[in-house]
């Protein structure tokens, strides 16, 4: 999915692309293609592309170090080749690290008083990010991976290779494993009927007390919640944001949070905490890789004016 993002954040054109590329040239040419027709049915300027990829990037160089998209892609300098066909600054960032700048510069009160806060990411993948001060805390590179935590070492199989990983236990294609299997073997469900449950019908069903649902939902909050605690009591932010694919899953897994963080850390810390609820993902990691490049735009050109003004 490709957007035209505006300084305000709104979203003015969204472009679907269905064809998924061969190689990285070809992801280049899709993209370039994409600014083409923003470019042909606006007469705004583009001041930037911002890019926001799932997998593991260096956001310094511009490089997708590992592709979750595309599995096998390592280490693709995916900024550089971008730079070889058009002439406007192109930002790489991990997904999950837009929608926090996303949910980050959406919360005037955030914002204002540059308080901290910390985003959780529930869906496909489980991800997490610390905000202070205005900015990413990225540790040495990769601060965030939680959903690569290796929690069952027999567990199932997850998308990095490696076994029994937070994400391959909680996220939403094993809740909705879980949901088809139990549907399967007739246990007593307001979703009997639906072979292949969608997990925000899942979490839908769980805020209506549907009890299969809410042992689904608990089940992956005993290990995400866990997680949730240990950040909380790491970090000690002001606001945790729970984001996720679907209204419903952001709102149980919001009550489920509050609940885990309460139960789990320190009172002191609890009840200083604001456990809120974010955005649904997808729009909101569009708008966060564009108001990621207005910042990164309004820098260089704050660079350019203080360079110029030297005597
Ligand atoms: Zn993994």
């Not at 003015?12 to 692309?17: A, D, S, Y």
């Amino acid at each position: 999915m490709c957007a035209l993002v505006n300084a305000a954040g709104d979203i003015v054109q969204k472009i679907e692309v269905n064809r998924a590329p061969a190689n990285p040239e070809d992801l280049v040419d899709v993209i370039v293609g994409a600014r083409d027709r923003f470019a042909s049915g606006n007469s705004s300027q583009l001041i930037g592309l911002g890019i926001a990829d799932p997998g593991m990037v260096n956001n310094a160089e511009g490089l997708v170090v590992r592709s979750s998209q595309f599995p096998g892609w390592h280490n693709i300098p995916l900024a550089a080749l971008l730079g070889e066909k058009i002439d406007i600054p192109v930002l790489v960032e991990n997904s999950t690290r837009v929608r926090a700048i996303g949910e980050y510069m959406g919360m005037d009160d955030l914002r204002q008083t540059e308080a901290s806060m910390l985003y959780l990411e529930y869906g496909e993948g489980i991800g997490f990010s610390f905000v202070t001060s205005g900015a990413i805390w990225r540790g040495e590179g990769f601060a965030g991976e939680l959903g690569h935590v290796v929690i069952e070492r027999d567990g199932n199989l997850c998308g990095c290779g490696a076994r029994g990983c937070l994400e391959s236990l909680v996220n939403s294609s094993t809740i909705e494993a879980r949901a088809k299997d139990l549907l399967g073997r007739g246990v007593n469900s307001i979703l009997q009927g639906r072979d292949n449950p969608k997990s925000e019908e899942i979490f839908a069903a769980a805020l209506d007390a549907d009890r299969m649902a809410r042992g689904l939902v608990e089940e992956i909050v005993s290990h995400f919640g866990l997680a949730a605690a240990f950040l909380a009591s790491a970090f000690h932010p002001k606001y945790i944001v729970v984001g996720a694919e679907s209204a419903s899953a952001i709102r149980c897994l919001t009550k489920e949070i509050t609940s885990a963080i309460h139960d789990r850390t320190l009172p002191e810390i609890a009840s200083s905490i604001e456990v809120v609820e974010g955005r649904e993902y997808e729009p909101l990691a569009l708008v966060g890789a564009a108001l990621m490049v207005f910042r990164k735009a309004i820098m260089q050109y704050s660079k350019t004016v203080a360079r110029a003004s030297r005597p």
